[in-house]
């Protein structure tokens, strides 16, 4: 079992930044990759960013790119998104998420970000 926690979160201006932090507890040694999903409301839950926790390429979704940059601590048990830029469009509700072998997710509570004049 693993456990995630998001904090980070909260309400900023159209231009502003946050950075959200996931920290990953208990069995983390067989996580493949971490990452952000993020869901607003009406919409599907869709991918932000994720790396992979042994090295390789991270991935982000266009709509972020440029904007958001995820980075992890030395012990691969802490996951950060720097966002900039940020835009109305962003609003949603941030989820980190940690995949496992054979198909196995692992998801934190949830953080909201809501960006707003």
């Known amino acids: 079992q693993v456990q995630l926690v998001e904090s980070g979160g909260g309400l900023v201006q159209p231009g502003g930044s946050l950075r959200l932090t996931c920290t990953a507890s208990g069995s983390i040694s067989d996580i493949i990759t971490m990452g952000w999903y993020r869901q607003a409301p009406g919409k599907e839950r869709e991918l932000v960013a994720l790396l992979f926790t042994r090295g390789g390429p991270t991935n982000y979704a266009d709509s972020v790119k440029g904007r958001f940059t995820i980075s992890k601590d030395y012990s691969y048990n802490i996951i950060y998104l720097q966002m900039s830029s940020l835009q109305p469009e962003d609003t949603a509700v941030y989820y980190c998420?940690?995949?496992?072998?054979?198909?196995?997710?692992?998801w934190g509570q949830g953080t909201q970000v809501t960006v707003s004049s």
């Open positions: 998420n940690a995949k496992h072998p054979r198909g196995v997710d692992s």
